[in-house]
């Protein structure tokens, strides 16, 4: 993206300031490449959440026709595709320039990241351009890759990148210029990124599992060797997320700040059309919890909290009755609540820190979330068990979402489906993820111990932990698996897939349909992908 046309060399009236090929270097193009990144994690997967039952639009604006009716274009958030190759392409630049001075921190950050684009466009699009997407004039019409040699191509990437990491050559400050600045995230810090390396890989692994109560592996990958290349180094761990914070500001705000809240002008809401689902106001109420604080801000109509205490210390609340939802596809003009009424997808935990608060990439609570799935299919060893790996990752996500007080339920959920969100729950303040499962005992999609827990469990608090975080990946859960979410425990208000009344499809797409630019400038090679259907044309690794 930096490496456009250049001016001749006999031309002497040049500004010194412009970028050329030669002050294009890793260390300049590093902190650009890991904010559009971040950016790219943060805006451009709200319609995912839609579809997975956490957010909604707002019925006092225009309906969405594509998000909301399925009746898709294929320019249909084309920017998904514009934005990670153009980021991936900034990657690619950064590695040849680092192979060229034998910057080999920069290579291998750039190697993962490069990895972890194309891992996010193979679980959206399938085959895609790789060997050839970056040969710039020579190849004007990059062909199409399969998408699981891409994900082998990737693991090779992960391994030169795990190499370049372990060879104190080539990560000699000396050839790494600038790197304890240009590195956002972990100032160069060759172990952190191992476990990057390693957290993503393992991202990966995950994907190829089908299946709850019985797992099929996708064929072409082989899973025990790319888990045998995992290093001691391990994964992302407590504390541990791939985030930054390179000094966000008001006139400079964090990317999903600047997204949902307020951009960097000053000039009122950003995205006020966005606002929580009714359906995930309702499960996190009925489960009695906390996070719902942290993810959804709630509405500016909202009464305070309203807390009495009893002699025995337990506090009586109505705190979930402050937030409201709206179901999905509500039709514009509809009748309240709606606006100012509903909750919005801009909680404190998402951006503690309002417009300064770090931008995130791969967070620590997917992570455990990961290794919790795969000690619990047998994918990898661990001296700790998945029940545990489990339980650190909820109270990791509670602690990452700034969620400070967790709730202890004192009376059973309702028997009653058709909860009332208003219902007050009875609670003693707790500061571990353990009052939350014990006040959530017997019921699977918190209690690891329960009937029909174990995967299930670990899989439904991830769609709970990961809300607005990485809706790609509970997308990825959701084709992988068939996991059905509040129906399995008694919350049966399951969200409305669809609201046009004339289309028949009853399950959430399974990819998107390449963008149209591909059809008019790269017409044969798309071509030859075939028909494209977004319900049926699954990813390589999607054998439910």
């Known amino acids: 993206m930096m490496a456009g046309c250049s001016k001749s060399k006999f031309d002497v009236n040049t500004n010194p300031d412009d970028v050329t090929d030669e002050s294009v270097t890793p260390s300049v193009l590093l902190p650009g490449a890991l904010q559009a990144t971040s950016t790219n994690i943060a805006s451009e997967w709200w319609f995912i959440g839609w579809w997975m039952g956490h957010g909604a639009r707002s019925g006092s604006f225009q309906s969405f026709n594509e998000e909301e009716t399925y009746a898709f274009t294929n320019d249909f958030h084309a920017s998904i595709w514009n934005t990670l190759y153009g980021n991936a392409n900034n990657y690619q630049i950064m590695i040849n320039k680092s192979v060229e001075t034998g910057a ?44 699981v040699d891409i994900y082998n191509a990737i693991f090779v990437d992960l391994d030169k990148a795990i190499e370049l990491l372990n060879d104190d050559a080539a990560n000699d400050p000396a050839k790494n210029t600038d790197i304890a600045t240009s590195d956002f995230a972990f100032q160069g810090d060759r172990t952190m990124w191992k476990k990057v390396a390693n957290t993503l890989r393992l991202r990966m692994l995950m994907h190829l599992h089908n299946g709850i109560a019985a797992t099929t592996v996708a064929p072409g990958v082989d899973v025990a060797a790319q888990v045998a290349k995992i290093t001691s180094d391990g994964f992302l761990g407590a504390g541990e997320s791939l985030e930054f914070n390179p000094g966000f500001t008001g006139t400079k705000p964090q990317p999903y700040f600047r997204f949902f809240n307020t951009n960097e002008t000053g000039s009122g809401s950003q995205r006020d059309w966005a606002r929580a689902s009714e359906y995930a106001i309702g499960y996190y109420t009925y489960n009695g919890d906390w996070r719902i604080n942290s993810i959804y801000g709630a509405p500016s109509s909202a009464a305070g909290i309203t807390n009495t205490t009893s002699a025995g210390g337990a506090q009586q609340t109505n705190f979930f009755s402050r ?32 417009a300064n608060s770090n ?14 799935e795969a000690v619990e299919r047998g994918v990898i060893t661990s001296s700790v068990s998945a029940k545990e790996l489990l339980r650190q990752a909820i109270e990791e996500s509670f602690v990452w979402l700034n969620a400070v007080r967790l709730p202890i339920r004192n009376k059973a959920r309702p028997t009653d489906p058709n909860f009332v969100v208003g219902d007050s729950i009875t609670f003693t303040p707790q500061t571990t993820a353990a009052g ?7 019921y699977p999609d918190v209690d690891y111990d329960a009937a029909g827990g174990g995967l299930f469990t670990i899989l439904s608090q991830k769609w709970f932990a990961l809300n607005s975080i990485a809706p790609y990946e509970i997308w990825s859960d959701y084709r992988r698996t068939g996991i059905v979410l509040g129906e399995a425990v008694g919350y049966d208000a399951g969200p409305t897939l669809s609201v046009d009344p004339n289309n028949t499809k009853t399950s959430i797409p399974v990819r998107l349909f390449y963008p149209q630019n591909e059809y008019n400038y790269n017409a044969s090679n798309v071509a030859a992908e075939g028909t494209i259907d977004v319900f049926t044309t699954k990813i390589f690794w999607d054998l439910n």
């Open 104 to 147: 080999g921190t920069y290579e291998a950050i750039g190697r993962i990241m490069k990895s972890h684009n194309f891992q996010m466009l193979v679980d959206i699009y399938g085959n895609v351009p790789y060997t050839d997407a970056f040969k710039g004039t020579a190849v004007a019409t990059p062909k199409y890759d399969k998408a």
């Open 323 to 354: 937030h409201v939802g709206i179901e999905f596809g509500t039709p514009s003009g509809a009748t309240a609540p709606i606006g100012s009424s509903l909750s919005t997808v801009r909680g404190s935990g998402l951006s503690p820190n309002g």
């Open 359 to 372: 931008a995130w990439i791969i967070t620590s609570t997917e992570s455990l979330f990961l290794q919790a």
């Open 436 to 442: 939350y499962i014990a006040g959530n005992a017997t």
